[in-house]
């Protein structure tokens, strides 16, 4: 709070010297004005005939709060009289004429005047005029002082409201710390910080706050959900390792057995390293450190590659249609080759027997595209955004192998690209993913 205090009382006598400054320049220009008008005035009621200075009975030796003098040069002076308080003072000062000068005197300002009104003899004749600053009721100095009251009493009402407001705003500040300080030691992501907050910027802190603690509550329990998939999907190829590795040494006598034995512990492992695989790409995706290499992609190149070289080894002896056209886009063929292959896999792992796989490639609004599209048990729509997630298995998925990791990785690199996967099911029927990346010209 002192700051913001001690910037307020700053600027206010910033803004009060600046009034000071100011008002005084102005008092001191209308002063002159004043002075020079009623020189102006009274000058036409004194002449010079016959080298004799003729003063009218008009003439004014005072005229409300100037003084009117007639001298010679070298300050002879001729009619008039100066303030008796500053008459030694003033009468020291030669004449100037047509120019006005201030002079201060026991603290008190006095504004002096000379015209010269003729000659007599060679020397000039000059009327004088003195004003005392004090005697001028200023309308700058009315202004000036209403200015003082005014900032006074603005600066007064802010200080008021800010140690009244302070005090406000700090009991809901801290009432909001102390629930943060709750979460963090505590690690119970359930508390929220929404309540009556008088002040709308509080308020929408506090709701700021709370989304925030509902990412983190949603990542935490995305987490724990995480830490038990993996688990999982780990022990079933670990226990079948184990289960394996003590058949060999308790049962196991021939050479053919023992190859046997080789062969389940090796398809076990290579599950444990596609999973550790899958799994150590999403991470370098999510923490950007995957780097991918920029070349342009020829979509049809690389869809009859990835075809040629999984033909033969497609679950449910499903078949593949190509329907395949002209497709260029920009990015790295080898992650593109895995969201192809994935797609691919996907669509025969839930194809019926001996069923047909239709992958189609082209150009649409300026996006290239590769869809795969197979007749087989769909997706329930409830499911359609969640398969995206990992781990995510449907209900009707449960018997079938994989680790739920293929989909959420193809995304990620599909979003690392630029692009997009979409799915439209109709279950029992047929589903088509497509992947969508922006295209490149050539």
């Known amino acids: 709070m002192a700051t913001p205090a001690v910037a307020m009382i700053l ?11 100011l008002s005084n320049a102005a008092i001191d220009s209308e002063i ?20 004799q200075v003729k003063i009218s009975e008009k003439f004014l030796y005072k ?24 008459e ?37 004749i000059f009327i004088r005029g003195i004003i005392r600053e004090s005697d001028v009721d200023s309308f700058y100095r009315g202004i000036e002082m209403v200015s003082y009251l005014v900032i006074i009493g603005v600066l007064s009402v802010m200080l008021f409201c800010e140690v009244f407001l302070a005090k406000r705003i700090s009991k809901e500040l801290k009432r909001m710390c102390k629930i943060a300080e709750n979460v963090s030691s505590s690690l119970d992501m359930s508390q929220r910080m929404d309540g009556d907050y008088r002040f709308y ?41 184990s289960a394996q590795c003590q058949y060999a040494k308790k049962k ?5 057995e023992y190859r046997e034995v080789l062969d389940v ?4 492992s290579k599950k444990i390293d596609t999973l550790i695989t899958q799994l150590l790409n999403l991470s370098r995706l999510d923490q950007d450190r995957m780097q991918i290499e920029r070349e342009e992609l020829d979509l049809v190149e690389i869809v009859q ?13 499903v078949s593949v249609r190509l329907n395949l056209r002209e497709a260029f886009s920009t990015g790295d063929i080898s992650l593109i080759s895995i969201v192809i292959q994935n797609l691919i896999i996907n669509a025969a792992k839930f194809s019926y027997p001996d069923g047909i796989i239709e992958i189609e490639t082209g150009e649409t609004e300026g996006e290239a595209y590769v869809a795969v599209k197979d007749y087989g048990i769909g997706i329930a729509k409830k499911n359609q955004e969640r398969i995206f997630r990992r781990f995510f298995k449907c209900d009707e998925s449960r018997n079938v192998g994989g680790f739920g990791l293929g989909l959420p990785l193809s995304r990620k690199i599909a979003e690392k690209h630029g692009g997009r996967i979409t799915v439209v099911s109709e279950p029992g029927r047929e589903t088509v993913f497509t992947l969508y990346l922006p295209v490149n010209k050539r």
């Open 11 to 21: 600027m206010a006598l910033s803004m009060l010297i600046a009034i000071q400054v």
């Open 32 to 51: 002159k004005r004043e002075l020079a008008r009623s020189m102006e005035v009274n000058i036409h009621n004194i002449s010079i005939e016959n080298e």
């Open 63 to 86: 005229s409300e709060d100037v003084y009117f003098l007639v001298i010679r040069k070298k300050r002879e002076l001729i009619a008039g009289e100066y303030p008796k308080e500053a």
């Open 88 to 124: 030694r003072k003033l009468s020291k000062y030669r004449v100037r004429n047509g120019y006005s000068r201030s002079i201060n005197h026991n603290g008190e300002t006095y504004y002096l005047r000379d015209i010269r009104i003729g000659r007599i003899e060679g020397r000039g």
């Open 201 to 241: 910027e509080i308020s929408v802190l506090a709701k700021a706050n709370d989304r925030m603690l509902d990412r983190l509550e949603q990542t935490f329990l995305l987490q724990e959900q995480f830490t038990a998939d993996v688990a999982h999907e780990l022990r079933t190829p670990v226990a079948v390792i």
């Open 252 to 256: 196991v006598d021939s050479v053919e």
């Open 265 to 268: 512990v090796y398809r076990q």
């Open 305 to 317: 590659s990835v075809c040629d070289g999984m033909r033969e080894g497609l679950e449910n002896n």
